[in-house]
């Protein structure tokens, strides 16, 4: 069964009118990031990105973040996005931030995560089934492994780690609790109100 979705009613001079509750958070200046990510929400992320940078470019935005990560590409998109605006950009872990959802959450200029929340970092994983030639295979092999020392870097810079030290906590899928995720540098405080 599907999830539907909340509507906002208000009254006002012109009679009582009807707006999804997204509708009402982005003129917050919060957006979500849930589910897997993929072009989709890629797109859809950075067109919200966007469309409130050019609303006010000092105004902070809020991405309350609660996914299990997903395409690397579409990921990176949305993180250039997220460096590319003015607008300083604070992440909100709900749940679990994992994988590319956790590099996007440990990005934000301000990470906040609530106590029972969870992010899990790892090594990129080749999404596709090995097969072709030598040469295929080898291609892809190198093509995974610069992915790996981008997405390190990533986490590098926004940790405080050093490279070696991510790689080596990304070499297997590494959690996080709330408390863990501050003090390794994944986050910077513990929240109990939003």
Known sequence: ????LPYILRETSSGIHSYRIQDEM????EIQCTGPIDDSAADDLC???RYLQRADPAGEITIYINSPGGSVLSGLAIY???KAISCPVRTVCLGMAASMAALL????????MLPHSQVMIHDPILASPAGGSALEMKALSDNL?????ITGQVIAEHTGKTLDEVLA???HDSYFEAAQAVEFGLADRVITTL
């Open 1 to 4: 069964m599907a999830a539907t």
């Open 26 to 29: 982005l003129r917050r200046r």
């Open 47 to 49: 067109l919200q990105l």
């Open 80 to 82: 250039d996005v997220m």
């Open 105 to 112: 959450f440990i990005s934000g200029d301000r990470r906040d």
């Open 145 to 149: 492994m610069r992915v790996r020392e």
């Open 169 to 171: 906590t990304t070499s």
